[in-house]
């Protein structure tokens, strides 16, 4: 069931160079499942900006009605966003989409989840649910940067964390692809969300048997009626079956879509 | 009678407000947040004769008090429409308004032939407007004797009143909705979108992949306004005005300027509870307003004597 | 040579900002607020030939991300531009875009003729896009051919460059581009403002006294955008872009779009500072682009090669 | 000297009926002079609303560099001025315009000041002024009913005042007029803000010798170079010569311009 309500903030914490961690409370956290749904923020009254912001639930406290998003202050919506602090609302539409599907990784198998800098937010709460399913969690995660690595120590709650930075200044220098190429092993299944070459580069299905890609597309409404963040599928490429990243996504099978 | 009912050609609504076309797709994502025969009616997506992909994507971005877009008409077809979208939404007890859009005249009166023939659809809107399309559309918009000819031929065919979209990238809106008042068009919806760009600074790029889109929400809104209250005045067929609607006082505006139901675009994408929310609001606003029913406050910006009979009571 | 300065007919500009005209009056108020030399060149108000009150007020009002305003061309009148206002401006060093209007063709004729032997002003600005007077402007702006024989008229009398300010309230704004240049026109600036209407709810009257006004402000800037994407690859003479400017961001989109230079209007009467404001953020921009010089950007998003270029460095 | 600052909120006070009362601290206080003149209030960051409110100045205090200003929560600009608390910031741009001349009322002369609604404000910094130039003041405010009025008591430091509200729940029922009609003695000079209705009623210049009005008028610029706010005068009210209300008054002479 989709909510819309005013979530009421209980913390809005920087964690990382302009990395911020919002926790909400609000009873839409009742419907929140499966980790990589995101919800469809509007981060002020009027109409500046105009738009919701789309941002993946990184994780859901049930037993006290909150959840956690984290997001990269980027443009004004952000912005915004991190000017709020404890006490006040921020107007949330949600959960929408469909996230990851834990139950496709069975009790005792390895999950290598990797997550590219705002990519990393939905595999703390998928780390957590898999963790308790008796599943395996490898997690790697690539940033920038030093400054913006953030959620190092809270994944490594529930497994081993492998840290990539572009230039080098933090864990191994490079993309995540160059770490999963140095494992020796073959884990059961991939997770992964971040930056469209990485998820270019984990969609050939090469790391694992089974792989789950996230995707982000521009949207409008986030509920599937606008059209707006549409792709095509893989196999029929340029005809026009589709499938829209708010409704049918925003996490698709690798090989289905073509991103 | 309620202070909300309307009637209008083909059109027996409990209430004025709708959602516009290519907003709320067919009905059934909304459908799963509340109850749809709240409705007055339901501007369904345009349907082209074959299915559509549309444009590639980025297909929206965002400007200062609006969006453009620019889906390109993506669509499942005049035959899934009519054979899966349309019986679906009979399960509500809301009339449905078919867009029907093309790239020729032969597309146009194709859909327009079969879609009338669907037991809830009540009217059609053909969409001559639309900005995203490499051919059809809004050639049809611009031009006022394409548009009166188009009027014509989907007229000949329809079995329900035809309401013609018309665009807002003329130089005079009048002349066209003339024309398609000649044509036999049996009201007008105003406005579709305006053309515009946006360009990111950084890959020094369109943002949009189809470079241009069509520009809707609250920026547009005196646009629309401006528009309604010409041409409401210069056509004896009724006006469902659209642009911008965010409230219900925004659709009071739409009815003071010349309107006569109103529909409410890119607020859905915002505010999915918008439509009722503002059919809820309404009654009280015209309760202030010293109306007794919403039909009253159609035109009351220029029919000069009705405004000072309700002055002076 | 500064990373600002441009060149365009008649315009030797050590920046490419400038503020618009009617939102700048004859520069009187803002060099009580810094120094109008700062300023790359000066469109000042619009002047006819006889001095003129303009509409009765209210003349503004505000629109989501935009406003309307209904002024009508008030002005002092030709000879009090002449020998007051223009001369006044003389001790800046900053050249003056002078802005004619009129209702008819002699109108136009009569102050260009004038105006362009002051000796600060360097070039004219045609404005056949006023939407707030009942003849001339916005007729001789959506009518190629009237814009065509006026913009020859003018050329012929004019001692400075011609720049043809464009109406965006146009079906095709390239047709009216090109036959302006066609006439002679050195340059364009564009846009003017959108016509637009607000009502009142309470009143259930128009809020502006004239009832329409042309709307200007950010909610216009993706129609602006869009307009000098498209003229600015159909005509070889320059393009002012104007529409919503708010930030030295804006003028680089603007720039990208197809403009040499930038205007800016609204946005001074939020922040009455924002022209030099702008002037100084540019430089800090051109480097975080790429960009030696603001020309350089100039069609970026349509100039392919150039844009590859860059990119792959 | 028009000044553009971001001016700390030292309290903003609710005082009546959707009447509010802020006092802002700002360098351009400095520059606040006369009664009567008014500051254009930036209430956002972004564009919505995007023009600034003009709002006249209530009270100056130089010696802490605060001024004050009263205003009516009405639409979209007021109500999220009224949300601002105390150590936010508030752009602001003035003083404008041409406030009352005090120098008008001599030592020992008698002056009405006549506010109705949110044209009362600018009476009190007049009041203080005047009453230290050792001139008489007679206060007479207007309202709608008992719960809109405000500044009864601040005033009355200064000399008398008297209240009418339209509907008879305070003070005497219906205008300001009517508590002037009463008066049995002639003031040497009236100031007065307020609705037109009311200065058109005393634009007749019935009440006294030297009569001066503060008007209202659709702002653009609110600094003369829009031409938004411009009126007609009364030597020539068909003609071509004009007055702007931002910066020729909001304060006229009755009889100087069309009301
Ligand atoms: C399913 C999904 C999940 C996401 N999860 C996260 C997350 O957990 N943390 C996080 O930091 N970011 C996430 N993003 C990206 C996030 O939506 C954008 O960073 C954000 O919308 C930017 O808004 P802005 O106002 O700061 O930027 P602006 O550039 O001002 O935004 C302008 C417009 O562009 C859209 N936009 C800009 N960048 C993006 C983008 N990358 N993806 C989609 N729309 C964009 C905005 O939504 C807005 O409509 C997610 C995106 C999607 C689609
Ligand atoms: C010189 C001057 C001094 C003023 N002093 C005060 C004061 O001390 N206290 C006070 O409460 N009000 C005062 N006003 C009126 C005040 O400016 C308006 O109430 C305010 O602008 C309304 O803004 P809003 O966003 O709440 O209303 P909205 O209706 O949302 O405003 C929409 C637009 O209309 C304009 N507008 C609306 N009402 C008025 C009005 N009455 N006068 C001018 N513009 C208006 C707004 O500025 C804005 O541009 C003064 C006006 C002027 C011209
Ligand atoms: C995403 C999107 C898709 C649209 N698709 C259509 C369409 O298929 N047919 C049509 O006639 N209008 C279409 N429109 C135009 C709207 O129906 C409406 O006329 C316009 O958006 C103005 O209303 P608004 O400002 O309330 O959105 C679309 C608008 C948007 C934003
Ligand atoms: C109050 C006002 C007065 C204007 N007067 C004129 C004018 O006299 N001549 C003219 O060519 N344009 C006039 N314009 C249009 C502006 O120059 C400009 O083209 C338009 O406002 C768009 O730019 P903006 O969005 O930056 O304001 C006026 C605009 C405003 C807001
Ligand atoms: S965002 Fe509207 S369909 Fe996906
Ligand atoms: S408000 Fe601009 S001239 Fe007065």
């Known amino acids: 069931m989709i909510k819309q309500e005013n979530c009421r903030v209980v913390s809005n914490t920087q964690i990382g160079d302009n990395i911020f961690e919002l926790v909400l409370s609000g009873e839409l956290t009742a419907n929140m499942s499966e980790p990589g749904q995101f919800v469809h923020v509007k981060v002020s009254n009027g109409f500046d900006p105009l738009l919701r912001r789309p941002i993946s639930i990184a994780a859901i406290e049930k037993e006290n009605s909150t959840f956690t998003i984290i997001y990269r202050r980027q443009g004004r919506g952000t912005a915004l966003l991190a000017e709020k602090s404890a006490g006040e609302e921020v107007d949330i539409l949600g959960p929408l989409g469909n996230g990851f599907p834990v139950m496709e990784a069975a009790q005792g198998q390895t999950a290598i989840l990797i997550g590219g800098g705002v990519g990393v937010p939905p595999m703390y709460e998928l780390a957590k649910q898999l963790a308790q399913n008796g599943v395996s969690v490898i997690s790697v995660i690539g940033f920038q940067t030093e400054s913006a690595v953030f959620y190092e120590k ?52 090469n790391f694992a048997p089974k792989t789950y890609l996230s995707l982000e597309e521009r949207m409008g409404c986030g509920i599937g009626a606008c059209f707006a963040c549409v792709c095509h599928t893989k196999e029929d490429p340029h005809g026009y079956t589709y499938k829209k990243v708010c409704s049918d996504g925003p996490v698709f099978k690798a090989g289905e879509v073509v991103i | 009678m309620s202070s909300l009912s309307i009637q209008i050609p083909g059109l027996n609504l409990r209430n004025p407000v709708m959602p516009a076309s290519g907003c709320f797709g067919f009905g059934k994502e909304f459908s799963q947040l509340y109850d749809l025969s709240l409705l007055g009616a339901i501007m369904v997506k345009a349907t082209t004769p074959e299915p559509r992909f549309g444009n590639p994507t980025p297909r929206v971005a965002e400007t200062p008090g609006g969006m453009l877009n620019a889906i390109g008409l993506q669509n499942p077809g005049l035959e899934k429409v009519f054979i899966e979208e349309l019986p679906w939404l009979e399960q509500f007890d809301v009339p449905i308004i078919a867009n029907i859009a093309g790239s020729t005249e032969d597309d146009y009166v194709a859909v327009a032939e079969q879609l009338s023939q669907a037991p809830n659809v009540k009217a059609l809107e053909l969409n001559i407007s639309c900005p995203n399309v490499k051919t059809g559309g809004i050639a049809f918009g611009t031009d006022p004797d394409l548009a009166k000819a188009l009027t014509k031929k989907v007229k000949n065919v329809s079995e329900v009143p035809v309401y013609v979209k018309l665009s807002p990238n003329v130089s005079d809106i009048v002349k066209i909705a003339r024309a398609v008042e000649e044509g036999g068009a049996d009201g007008l919806t105003m406005i579709n979108t305006l053309l515009g760009m946006r360009i990111d600074l950084t890959t020094g790029q369109p943002i949009l992949a189809n470079k241009t889109g069509g520009l809707s929400g609250p920026s547009i809104k005196p646009v629309a306004i401006r528009m309604i209250y010409e041409v409401s005045q210069q056509v004896s067929i009724p006006i469902i005005g659209m642009g911008g609607i965010q409230s219900a006082e925004d659709v009071v505006e739409f009815f003071l300027a010349g309107a006569s139901a109103a529909a409410v675009g890119t607020q859905n994408f915002i505010d999915p509870f918008v439509c009722p929310k503002i059919i809820e609001e309404l009654p009280e606003i015209l309760q202030r307003l010293g109306a007794d029913h919403i039909s009253e406050l159609t035109g009351r910006s220029w029919k000069k004597n009705e405004r000072l009979a309700y002055h002076r009571p």
Chains 1, 4 share one sequence.
């Open chain 1, 154 to 205: 809270e994944l490594a709650r529930f497994g081993e964390v492998y840290v990539a930075t572009v230039d080098g200044s933090y864990g191994r220098k490079g993309f995540v692809t160059d770490i999963l190429a140095g494992f020796d092993f073959q884990a059961d299944i991939v997770f992964a969300c971040g930056p469209t070459p990485m998820l270019r580069a984990i969609d050939t299905g």
